[in-house]
């Protein structure tokens, strides 16, 4: 399944990327068990996710940054593949259910096309610096069609709690999955703000703005066990 989903931010052509990096800690996810249960786990080699902000290059950009960029909107988008995690559905009818669903990333991977911004972002908004990891806890899936069939691709939600930063706010997101030769295969997104998150979009006066709204996406293979 493709998770396309939040994490965030943008340019700042300061690159200050002191302080400490925290070792990450992985969760010890376990997932549930029983008889008509199937665990699919997620194979980071063929999985990624990230985060797409999106940016407002003003009349004085070119000058105050010192290099050339067009004026107007752009997206910065950012990508790891440091993701693990697993979907587990219960298959006790023909209808699958949702058993349990985790997920983890390394934030400190995530990186852009600027490593001044990816630094930034480690020290200053996202501060994987010290909160290393993003964990999703899903409880339940919605709109999952009553007419499914294996190797249909489907669209539902996938509702839960995401920790970032040190703060767990609720999320759902957008799924479209297919479930094929003991396969997972599919994409996911959502959005949520900065604010929610504790702190401003990155802004230089007169240059850039990013606005608060961004978007988590996640692409997502996970092989039944």
């Known amino acids: 399944m493709k998770l396309r989903a939040p994490l965030l931010i943008f340019s700042f052509l300061l ?18 068990v029983g008889e008509t249960i199937t665990v699919f786990t997620v194979d980071p080699a063929a999985s990624s996710t990230g985060y797409i902000a ?12 010192g290099r050339k960029r067009t004026t107007g909107e752009a997206f910065t988008r950012s990508t790891t593949n440091a993701i693990q995690g697993y ?10 259910s949702l058993a349990g669903a985790e997920f ?7 990186k852009t096309n600027r490593t001044e911004r990816d630094a930034e972002i480690r020290q200053s908004f996202l501060r994987s610096n010290e909160w290393p990891t993003a964990h999703f806890v899903a409880t339940e899936m919605a709109g999952f069609p009553a007419n499914y069939t294996v190797g249909d691709e489907v669209a539902f939600q996938l509702i839960g709690d995401m920790t970032i930063r040190g703060v767990t706010i609720p999320l759902t997101f957008a799924v479209s999955a297919t479930l094929a030769d003991a396969a997972l295969i599919g994409s996911a997104e959502t959005s949520l ?22 978007t988590i996406w996640v692409d997502l ?3 039944a066990q």
Not at 54 to 65: C, K, M, W
Not at 104 to 110: A, M, N, Q, Y
Not at 193 to 214: C, Q, R, S, W, Y
């Open 15 to 32: 690159a200050a990327c002191g302080g400490y990096i925290a070792e990450p800690q992985p969760t010890a996810l376990q997932p549930p």
């Open 54 to 65: 999106h940016e407002y290059f003003l009349e004085q950009s070119e000058t105050i940054l």
């Open 87 to 96: 979907i587990a559905l219960d298959f006790a009818t023909d209808l699958p």
């Open 104 to 110: 983890e990333v390394d934030l400190t991977t995530l």
């Open 193 to 214: 703000n900065m604010t929610d998150l504790g702190f401003n979009p990155p802004k230089i006066i007169a240059a850039v703005e990013v606005e608060d709204l961004f």
């Open 221 to 223: 293979v996970a092989t």
